[in-house]
DNA sequence: ATAGATATGTTATAACATAACAATAAACGT
DNA sequence: ACGTTTATTGTTATGTTATAACATATCTAT
């Protein structure tokens, strides 16, 4: 928690991109975002992606190749979060509550298995959507 | 059902290929291994992935990019699997049971979420590593 | 046969990610 | 302040994953 305040130039570049939007960003549209600022390679945006992933402050989609900020300024436990994307808004919802946790747990003992990253994630059509 | 058993050449070979490997596999590693079979563009072994997929036959593992057989002959519940994946040795465990379900529809239904496609892995250590 | 549907082949390109190396800047003990 | 170490940044090139667009062939039902 200490280390999480105090970030490098471009790693607080990249969180205030994706800090801005509401949805998932691909690194090739957050360097895009920063070539005003001075980014030109893709590794500038990798870089500090790995380290706020690392932080708990920025979470990645796998299903989308896509990052997103974390919604709730820092995940405590890192890593076990569950994530409901809608396919029509582009809507990302971060679940982090006991259900998540429990269950992880419960699927790490039963294989025997010692889980240092997780990812859950659900594809389909939120409420909103539904009803539109 | 009816339709999972006709498979056209090309999903035959790629599904065989899989198959055959314990682990994972990503796309451009079947290609090679079906080049003596004729293959030469990934485009062959993406349309096949598809439709097996489609069949619950195949599953992808988003975090790797990568594609696996279905360890069950194939998912009645298509897409309602988690894959636990040990980093060590590469060993993929597919997990089918109600607890799965059951976390997925409550999850679902907590979000008031119509889910058509669920991703659900864990990355680490499997038992057998671990000892080792 | 022939029309429509499905499957396949081919080339090119888009999208995502990292390796390798060079240069700077910040942190630290003396 | 000083040199040493460590972290950060910059840059080029390349590797990896996935799809677009178009051409051709095969299958199926009438
Ligand atoms: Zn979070
Ligand atoms: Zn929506
Ligand atoms: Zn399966
Ligand atoms: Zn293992």
């Not at 990249?14 to 957050?30: C, F, Q």
């Amino acid at each position: 928690m200490s280390e999480n305040c105090k970030l490098s130039n471009n790693e607080r570049l990249v969180l205030d991109v994706l800090g801005r939007e509401t949805g998932p960003m691909s690194a090739y549209m957050i360097l895009d975002k920063l070539r005003g600022s001075g980014f030109r390679a893709p590794l500038q945006v990798y870089r500090a992606l790995e380290k706020l992933i690392g932080m708990g402050r920025v979470h990645r989609l796998e299903s989308l190749n896509a990052f997103i900020a974390c919604s709730h300024m820092s995940c405590e436990k890192i890593g076990v979060a569950a994530f409901v994307i809608c396919e029509r808004c582009e809507h990302v919802q971060e679940v982090c509550d006991d259900s998540v946790s429990l269950f992880l747990a419960g699927l790490a003992e039963k294989t025997n298995f010692k889980a240092s990253k997780t990812s859950i994630e659900l594809r389909g059509v939120c409420d909103a959507c539904e009803k539109a």
